[in-house]
């Protein structure tokens, strides 16, 4: 079993900042495949950004220059700094950890960019 604890979600002007945090827990091998996802009112869940290995990245376009993501191993963390934040941006984001036979969610953070 792994359980996944996001926070950092909140609301925030337009061009604003938040910064995202996951905390993983129990039967966690590596933090190299973790991502993170939204979903938005009405709309399917989707991919925002992802650890494809030790080293490799994956952006969706929309937020290519404006979010990065970054681990702590130490800590089991995944974070994901968000920048030049934009009202499209507004969803419920989750954290993911995949594997095999399982794919593991969090409950989800509210992030709502409004002025």
């Known amino acids: 079993q792994v359980q996944l604890v996001e926070s950092g979600g909140g609301l925030v002007q337009p061009g604003g900042s938040l910064r995202l945090s996951c905390v993983a827990s129990?039967?966690?091998?590596?933090?190299?495949?973790m991502g993170w996802y939204r979903q938005a009112p009405g709309k399917e869940r989707e991919l925002v950004a992802r650890f494809m290995g030790s080293i490799s990245t994956k952006y969706a376009d929309s937020v290519k220059g404006r979010f990065t993501i970054s681990r702590d191993n130490a800590k089991n963390t995944v974070y994901l700094q968000m920048n030049s934040l934009k009202p499209e941006d507004t969803a419920v984001y989750y954290c993911?950890?995949?594997?095999?036979?399982?794919?593991?969610w969090g409950q989800g953070t509210q992030v709502t960019v409004s002025s």
């Open positions: 129990g039967n966690i091998f590596t933090l190299n495949l």
């Open positions: 993911n950890y995949p594997t095999v036979s399982v794919n593991y």
